[in-house]
């Protein structure tokens, strides 16, 4: 069975710092993994995805992901965090042979000024 | 180019009172999925429709139902409601092929009382 793990149900991070939110998954075969973002009251907005190639994937707003087979991850990371960034981030992982998307839990980032 | 739409925004329902959700796709994109997603929660799969039909289901009662018209839009449909039924109920819309993004709608949040 497809499953998305975040492990975090918030994290907390000072402006101008690093921010890492994490997301582990299980899946069969190769993985199509998702991040998104909600802010309060709103949809989800696409941040990235990983389909195939360089492990290292670039986003929107700044957000990049790191793909790792070995360790099944597929951490969310920016290098300076932003008091906007503050938001509700989701780990998506798309189920190649039934077409659906598992979500995480989601983590609950905090970013002080 | 318009995203994704949902109406209403917000509704309020009582138990055992039957729900219709609308929901149009951004332009171009002939495959809507939706999803459930309780307070505190990550959004749940219910089911998706391409081409009209219902393509995949998600663990949901037969309550549950839904609709593709023509023109790519949606509907979903909820009998015989329960208070567990209040959620946000998010659309989202992608092509069909693999590796394609779903982009979200702005959901639709559902109150039953």
């Known amino acids: 069975a497809q499953s998305v793990a975040q492990p975090e149900d918030q994290v907390n991070v000072a402006e101008g710092n690093p921010l890492t939110v994490k997301c582990t998954y299980s899946?069969?075969?190769?993985?199509?993994l998702f991040w998104y973002v909600q802010y309060p009251n709103r949809g989800l907005q696409f941040l990235l995805k990983?389909?195939?190639?360089?492990?290292l994937v670039k986003g929107s707003y700044g957000f990049e992901a790191e793909f790792n087979k070995s360790q099944t991850s597929f951490h969310l990371k920016k290098p300076s965090a932003l008091v906007s960034d503050s938001a509700l981030y989701f780990c998506?992982?798309?189920?190649?042979?039934?077409?659906?998307?598992?979500f995480g839990s989601g983590t609950k980032l905090n970013v002080k000024p | 180019d318009a995203g994704v739409t949902q109406s209403p925004t917000h509704l309020i329902k009582t138990r055992g009172q039957q729900v219709t959700l609308r929901c149009s796709p951004k332009s171009g994109h002939d495959t809507v999925s939706w999803y459930q997603q309780a307070l505190g929660q990550g959004p749940q799969f219910i089911f998706q429709?391409?081409?009209?039909?219902?393509?995949q289901r998600g663990n949901f009662p037969d309550r549950f139902s839904g609709h593709q018209f023509p023109n790519y839009s949606s509907e979903l449909n909820v009998n015989a409601l329960l208070l567990g039924d209040s959620a946000l109920y998010l659309c989202?819309?992608?092509?069909?092929?693999?590796?394609?993004?779903?982009?979200f709608g702005p959901g639709t949040r559902l109150l039953v009382l």
């Open positions: 899946v069969s075969g190769n993985p199509y």
């Open positions: 429709y391409y081409e009209e039909e219902e393509r």
């Open positions: 990983y389909i195939t190639g360089d492990n």
């Open positions: 998506a992982v798309r189920d190649m042979d039934f077409n659906k998307f598992y």
């Open positions: 989202a819309s992608s092509l069909v092929e693999w590796g394609e993004t779903q982009y």
